[in-house]
C-alpha cells in the first residue's frame, strides 16, 4: 500500500454562501488526506491557531517522507518523522501534525480491511457511548445568563453529563471566585442533585484558590474538576488533585506521552489527553495502556465535530475501565452539512461508526466549497 499523494487543507465552517476568501483562524478544521491504492484517508490536526502550522509542517517537511512509503510501516513511519523533527519541539505544532497522520493512515487500513478501527483495535466493549455537553464561556455570562445557556444544551442534546467552561483571559488568575462558585451553584439547583455536573476552570486558580473552590465542588456533588491551576504546573496540579476528595483532571495540554505519564507522577488521578494532539489512534492508545497501568481514569479530551470525534470514539469503545461520558463541544453540528454521517447525539449517547477506518461519509462538493489548501 503505497502512498502516493499527501494533501494538506483546512474545511472551513459557517454558512457557506458567506464564507471569506481567507480561512480566519479557529473557524476550520485542519485536515490530512493520505491517498494510496486509490483510497484516501482523512486525518485532523490539533485546532490550535486554526491548526495552519501543523498542516505546513506535514506539507513542507512530513509529505516528502510519505510518498512511496507503504501505509502498513505505519508505527516506523510516525516514529521517525516524529525523532526527525523533535527540535522543532515535540510539545505542539509537530505531535499535532503527526497525530494528523497517525489518523489518516488508521483511516486507510481500515478502508483497505473493509473494517471499522475499533475491530482492527481489538474490538468494542461498547457501540453506544454515553456523552457529555461541554458548554464554555461562562467567565463572560451573569448566573442568569450561564442558567440559560446550560438549560438550552439541556433541551437541544439530552446529553448523560454536563461540564462548565469558564474560558477566561489565559493568564488571568483568580479573577472572580465567588462569581465562579456563584454559577456553579446555579447550575447544581437547574439540573437537580443527580445529574453529573463537571467544572472545567481553564487553568484560571492559583493553588490556594483551587482548593477552595474544589472544597464547594465537593460539597455541590460535582464528578470532576478540571484543569484548576496552569497546565504546565504539574506539581501545583498534583498538590491539588491530591488534596481534594473531587477527582481533578487534567491532560488535554500534553502532546507526548511522557509528559501524561509526568501528570500521573504528579498526582493527578484523572487524565485528558486529545487525540489530534497526542499521538492521533496510536498516541491515545498508548495513554490508555498507560492510565490502565496506573488505575488512572482516561477520559480524552475532544472538541472536534467530525475526524476527531470519530476517531476519539473508535479509541473510546475499545476502552474496558470507561468511567466518564464522552465529550461534546459547542457546536458540533457545524461538521453536518460535510461530513454527512458524523456521531451526532442520540438519547444520551454518541454512536460509534461502523463502517471501513473512521466510518466518515463525505459530501465532496461540500467539501471542496469549504476547503482552502495550506502549503509548505
Ligand atoms: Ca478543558
Given at each position: 500500500?503505497k502512498?502516493?499523494?499527501?494533501?494538506?487543507?483546512?474545511?472551513r465552517w459557517?454558512d457557506?454562501a458567506?464564507?471569506?476568501?481567507?480561512?480566519?483562524?479557529g473557524?476550520?478544521?485542519?485536515v490530512?488526506?493520505?491517498?494510496?491504492?486509490g483510497?484516501v484517508?482523512?486525518g485532523?490536526?490539533?485546532p490550535?491557531?486554526?491548526?495552519?502550522a501543523?498542516?505546513a509542517?506535514?506539507?513542507r517537511?512530513?509529505?516528502?517522507?510519505?510518498?512511496?512509503a507503504?501505509?502498513?510501516?505505519?508505527?516506523?513511519?510516525?516514529?521517525r518523522?516524529?525523532h526527525?523533527l523533535?527540535k522543532?519541539g515535540?510539545?505542539?505544532i509537530v505531535?499535532?501534525?503527526?497525530?494528523?497522520?497517525?489518523?489518516a493512515?488508521?483511516d486507510?487500513?481500515?478502508?483497505?480491511?473493509?473494517?471499522?478501527?475499533?475491530?482492527?483495535?481489538?474490538?468494542?466493549?461498547r457501540t453506544?457511548?454515553?456523552f457529555?455537553?461541554?458548554?464554555?464561556?461562562?467567565?463572560?455570562?451573569d448566573v442568569?445568563g450561564?442558567?440559560?445557556?446550560?438549560?438550552?444544551?439541556?433541551?437541544?442534546?439530552q446529553?448523560?453529563?454536563?461540564?462548565?467552561r469558564?474560558?477566561g483571559?489565559r493568564?488571568?488568575?483568580?479573577?472572580?471566585i465567588?462569581?465562579?462558585?456563584?454559577?456553579?451553584?446555579a447550575?447544581?439547583?437547574l439540573?437537580?442533585?443527580?445529574?453529573?455536573?463537571?467544572?472545567?476552570?481553564?487553568?484560571?486558580?492559583?493553588?490556594?484558590?483551587?482548593?477552595?473552590?474544589?472544597?464547594?465542588?465537593?460539597?455541590?456533588?460535582?464528578?470532576?474538576?478540571?484543569?484548576?491551576?496552569?497546565?504546565y504546573?504539574?506539581k501545583?496540579?498534583?498538590?491539588?488533585?491530591?488534596?481534594?476528595?473531587?477527582?481533578v483532571s487534567?491532560?488535554?495540554q500534553?502532546?507526548?506521552?511522557?509528559?501524561?505519564?509526568?501528570?500521573i507522577d504528579?498526582?493527578?488521578r484523572?487524565?485528558?489527553?486529545?487525540?489530534?494532539?497526542m499521538?492521533g489512534?496510536?498516541?491515545?492508545?498508548q495513554?490508555?495502556?498507560?492510565?490502565h497501568?496506573?488505575?488512572?481514569?482516561?477520559?480524552?479530551?475532544q472538541?472536534?465535530p467530525?475526524?476527531?470525534?470519530?476517531?476519539?470514539l473508535?479509541?473510546?469503545?475499545?476502552?474496558?475501565?470507561?468511567t466518564?461520558?464522552?465529550e461534546?463541544?459547542?457546536?458540533?453540528a457545524?461538521a453536518?452539512?460535510?461530513f454527512?454521517d458524523?456521531?451526532?447525539p442520540?438519547?444520551?449517547?454518541?454512536?460509534v461508526?461502523?463502517?471501513?477506518?473512521?466510518?466518515?461519509?463525505?459530501?465532496?462538493?461540500?467539501?471542496?466549497?469549504?476547503r482552502?489548501?495550506?502549503r509548505?
Amino acid at each position: 500500500m503505497k502512498i502516493t499523494k499527501v494533501e494538506t487543507f483546512l474545511v472551513r465552517w459557517g454558512d457557506v454562501a458567506r464564507l471569506p476568501t481567507e480561512a480566519a483562524s479557529g473557524t476550520a478544521t485542519a485536515v490530512v488526506a493520505i491517498h494510496a491504492d486509490g483510497m484516501v484517508g482523512y486525518g485532523e490536526a490539533s485546532p490550535m491557531q486554526g491548526g495552519v502550522a501543523s498542516l505546513a509542517v506535514i506539507a513542507r517537511d512530513m509529505a516528502p517522507a510519505l510518498i512511496g512509503a507503504d501505509v502498513l510501516d505505519h508505527a516506523v513511519i510516525v516514529d521517525r518523522l516524529l525523532h526527525k523533527l523533535i527540535k522543532l519541539g515535540p510539545d505542539g505544532i509537530v505531535t499535532g501534525a503527526l497525530a494528523a497522520v497517525d489518523i489518516a493512515l488508521w483511516d486507510l487500513k481500515g478502508k483497505a480491511f473493509r473494517q471499522p478501527i475499533h475491530k482492527l483495535l481489538g474490538g468494542a466493549w461498547r457501540t453506544r457511548i454515553p456523552f457529555y455537553a461541554s458548554i464554555g464561556g461562562h467567565a463572560a455570562r451573569d448566573v442568569d445568563g450561564v442558567v440559560k445557556t446550560v438549560e438550552a444544551r439541556l433541551k437541544a442534546e439530552q446529553p448523560s453529563a454536563i461540564k462548565i467552561r469558564w474560558d477566561g483571559a489565559r493568564g488571568e488568575i483568580d479573577r472572580d471566585i465567588a462569581g465562579d462558585i456563584a454559577k456553579a451553584r446555579a447550575v447544581r439547583r437547574l439540573v437537580g442533585d443527580d445529574f453529573p455536573l463537571a467544572f472545567d476552570a481553564n487553568n484560571r486558580y492559583s493553588i490556594g484558590a483551587a482548593i477552595r473552590v474544589g472544597r464547594v465542588l465537593e460539597d455541590l456533588g460535582y464528578i470532576w474538576f478540571e484543569e484548576p491551576v496552569e497546565y504546565y504546573h504539574f506539581k501545583a496540579m498534583g498538590q491539588v488533585a491530591q488534596r481534594l476528595d473531587i477527582t481533578v483532571s487534567a491532560g488535554e495540554q500534553c502532546y507526548t506521552l511522557q509528559s501524561v505519564a509526568a501528570l500521573i507522577d504528579s498526582g493527578v488521578r484523572m487524565v485528558q489527553p486529545d487525540i489530534v494532539k497526542m499521538g492521533g489512534v496510536t498516541g491515545l492508545m498508548q495513554c490508555a495502556a498507560l492510565c490502565h497501568a496506573h488505575g488512572v481514569e482516561f477520559v480524552p479530551h475532544q472538541t472536534q465535530p467530525s475526524i476527531g470525534n470519530a476517531a476519539n470514539l473508535h479509541v473510546l469503545a475499545t476502552v474496558m475501565h470507561a468511567t466518564k461520558p464522552a465529550e461534546l463541544a459547542d457546536d458540533w453540528a457545524r461538521a453536518a452539512d460535510t461530513f454527512i454521517d458524523a456521531p451526532r447525539p442520540d438519547a444520551g449517547c454518541l454512536v460509534v461508526p461502523d463502517g471501513p477506518g473512521l466510518g466518515l461519509a463525505i459530501d465532496d462538493a461540500m467539501l471542496a466549497r469549504r476547503r482552502v489548501d495550506v502549503r509548505g
